[in-house]
Each structure stands twice: as structure tokens, then as C-alpha cells.
């Protein structure tokens, strides 16, 4: 049996504030986590725990960081994460954009000394929530991606996200890794002992390989989107270039190429970016998101050349797996659910999913 949203959610706030993490924080971290799992984002949910506790263990976050603003302007913040991890700081951050955004039209924050921050799409989809267009970027602890043409591992998956409101529940809601697929896929895979599909990873010479643990454990490489110089992965590289320079030189996050990344005294250090922008800068009431409906509802009654598979839009997919995993539950791998059972015997958690065990 799967467990529900409610018992997934609960377990993670259960673990969160055993790891010290004040309570507040750790429901609204234990929220955008199960956000990730309930929309089928099953690299940046649950899966996620054992990385954290080791970051614990060793360190390398602060579970009672405490964010707080450095530099405010009308439309601008600069925010300090304070060392710990980045789901709360990164939900403080798009809120201040919003703000932002209802006042003056335009409102951007950068986020430094931060840890992973989950999904994405979470961030983005709360600006579309609330009417605005949501951008949104972060620079990436890992690095185990070449960039195009090299053999050496300069950068991360380096995702972003972009959403716009359009009919309502149905943003346009675009979260995307620059690499194939994101780490956690690849994790995922090697957490249930599973090979990769081909075309995510190379070895250390370049030549494909369906080994998960490829690029964590024997020196290769994942492949930034497009895969190969054939299939443009030139454009794969430039968007994480981008990534990199809106999440770390914008907010002063160290840069995935400096040999102290994650390691120095500030913590992982990475850097977030978001921006929300407000349609009424440009459009009357809801003509912007009714055009946005159409452009989408025009997408997706295309004839598609599958039948059985229609064309969808971005946020489609995602919508219609957390409509079933709110029905069926959310599925957890025997491996990941026995890891995080003794994760959380260690640190005196409760144990909240038995039923599922």
C-alpha cells in the first residue's frame, strides 16, 4: 500500500524537526517535499532524505537556520539562507517577489549560503498562483556535468523553471533540469538497482554508458540536454551557463567552479534566483491569462501521432499524477523506504509509514 499525501507529508515533517528544524519551517519544507513526490517529481521528494541526513550528519547544514534579508529595495531582495536548507528561504523569497510584484510590477530575489531546495516548479507555480509570471533558477551542489566538447566535470543540472497563469489550476508550469534528466532520476535508478536508460550518462571518455552510478562513483559524466554535439548540446550548456550566472553571480553563491564549493565555511552556498512579474503591467484584467489558456488548449488539440497519447502542455503531466497519487498514494521504492525507516530510528522520529512498509 502507498502511503497517502497526508501520511508522505507528515513523515517528512516528522524527520525534519528530529533533525532540529523549527516547526513552522519544517511543515512548509515537509510540504514543498511531498509537492515534488504528489506531482511524479520523484528525484526532489522523499528520495531526497537520505542526502539530507548525511548533510546533517557531517555538517554542512543547519537545521535552525534562520533566513533574513540583507539588501531590500522596491523591487528587489537579497536574501541570506543562513546555511540551511533551501526549501523555506526559497518559499520566503518568491513570496517577497510577489509582494513585490502587486506593489510595483516586477519583483526579483536572489538567495546565497543556501542548500538544495527541492523542486523547482514549486517556486514558480506559486507566482502563477498568484497571478504573476514566475521565473525561477538555482545553481546546483554536484558537479558532474562536462560541458559541451570538454571531458572534465564544470557544472551541475542547473534547472529552471517558468510558469505563467492561464486557465485557473492550469498554469503553464515549465521545471526542467539543463542535463537529459536530473540527478535524481539517475539516483533513483541506482537507489533500486535498476540501469539507466541510454543517452543519460558517458564515461569518463565520452562513450555511453547505463551505468546509474556512472557519474557519482567512476568519474563520467551526466549529459547536458541535447546529449551529444549532434543533438545540440552546445544549447544544453548555454542554458546552465545561464542558470549559473542568474542563481551564484547575481546573489555572490560561490561558482560551481571554485574548488571550495560546498565545502567552505559558509555552508553548501548555493545560490537561488526568482522573479515574479505582474501581467497588469502590460494587459487588462485576465486577457493575459485567457490568451495564455487558448495558446495551451491550441497545443494541446493537436492531432497528435500517437492516439493513444495526446498532446500536452507543460504542468500537464504533473497535474494528472498528483490527481492519481492523491487516490492511489505515492509510491515509494522497498530500498528507499527501508534506508529512510532507519534514518529515522536513528534520529528518534516517529515512524509513520508502517502500513506501507
Same mark, same amino acid.
Given at each position: 500500500?502507498?502511503?497517502?499525501? $497526508? ?10 524537526t ?12 515537509a510540504?514543498?517535499? %511531498?509537492w ?5 517529481i520523484?528525484s526532489h ?8 541526513h ?5 555538517g ?17 531582495a ?8 533551501g ?22 530575489? %536572489? ?10 516548479g ?8 498568484? *497571478? ?23 557544472? *551541475? ?5 517558468? +510558469? ?17 534528466? +536530473? $540527478? ?11 540501469? +539507466? ?11 555511453? %554508458? ?9 568519474g563520467?559524466?551526466l549529459?547536458?540536454l @541535447?546529449?551529444?554535439?549532434? @543533438? ?20 555572490? $553563491? ?12 559558509a @555552508?553548501m ?6 522573479l515574479?512579474?505582474s501581467?497588469?503591467l502590460?494587459?487588462?484584467?485576465g ?10 488548449? $491550441? ?5 497528435p ?11 500537464d ?11 492511489? @498514494? ?6 528507499l523506504l527501508? %534506508? ?8 528518534? +522520529?516517529?515512524?509513520?509509514l508502517?502500513?506501507?512498509?
Amino acid at each position: 500500500m502507498n502511503p497517502s499525501y $497526508a501520511m508522505h507529508r507528515a513523515q517528512l515533517e516528522a524527520l525534519l524537526t528530529a533533525w532540529g528544524m523549527p516547526a513552522g519551517y519544517a511543515t512548509r519544507t515537509a510540504e514543498v517535499m %511531498s509537492w515534488a513526490d504528489l506531482h511524479g517529481i520523484d528525484s526532489h521528494g522523499i528520495s531526497m532524505v537520505p542526502t539530507y541526513h548525511a548533510l546533517h550528519a557531517s555538517g554542512r547544514i543547519r537545521m535552525d537556520a534562520q533566513p533574513r534579508i540583507e539588501r531590500d529595495t522596491p523591487v528587489s531582495a537579497l536574501m541570506d539562507a543562513g546555511g540551511g536548507l533551501g526549501h523555506e528561504p526559497s518559499r520566503q523569497a518568491m513570496e517577497a517577489a510577489i509582494a513585490k510584484a502587486r506593489t510595483v510590477g516586477v519583483g526579483i530575489v %536572489s538567495v546565497h549560503r543556501s542548500a538544495h531546495f527541492g523542486a523547482c516548479g514549486f517556486y514558480a507555480a506559486m507566482a502563477a498562483e498568484a *497571478g504573476m509570471i514566475g521565473m525561477v533558477a538555482t545553481s546546483a551542489s554536484l558537479v558532474q556535468v562536462a560541458p559541451a566538447g570538454g571531458a572534465q566535470a564544470r557544472l *551541475g543540472t542547473d534547472p529552471w523553471a517558468f +510558469a505563467a497563469p492561464g486557465r485557473p489550476g492550469e498554469p503553464f508550469l515549465l521545471d526542467m533540469a539543463t542535463t537529459t534528466v +536530473a $540527478a535524481g532520476r539517475v539516483r533513483n535508478k541506482a537507489n533500486e538497482g535498476l540501469p +539507466a536508460p541510454p543517452g543519460w550518462l558517458l564515461t569518463r571518455d565520452g562513450l555511453p %554508458s547505463t551505468d546509474p552510478l556512472e557519474a557519482a562513483q567512476h568519474g563520467g559524466f551526466l549529459t547536458s540536454l @541535447g546529449g551529444t554535439p549532434e @543533438g545540440s548540446s552546445h544549447k544544453g550548456y548555454g542554458l546552465a551557463m545561464m542558470v549559473n550566472i542568474l542563481g551564484s553571480c547575481l546573489s555572490g $553563491a560561490t561558482l560551481v567552479t571554485d574548488p571550495q564549493h560546498t565545502r567552505g565555511p559558509a @555552508g553548501m552556498d548555493i545560490g537561488h534566483f526568482f522573479l515574479a512579474l505582474s501581467p497588469a503591467l502590460f494587459r487588462g484584467p485576465g486577457a493575459f491569462e485567457a490568451d495564455v489558456a487558448t495558446f495551451c488548449d $491550441a497545443m494541446r488539440a493537436t492531432r497528435p501521432a500517437n492516439p493513444a497519447r495526446p498532446v500536452m502542455v507543460a504542468g500537464d503531466p504533473e497535474r494528472k499524477a498528483a490527481a492519481r497519487r492523491r487516490t492511489e @498514494g505515492i509510491p515509494v521504492g522497498p530500498k528507499l523506504l527501508a %534506508s529512510i525507516r532507519q534514518i529515522a530510528s536513528e534520529c528518534g +522520529a516517529p515512524w509513520l509509514l508502517g502500513a506501507a512498509a
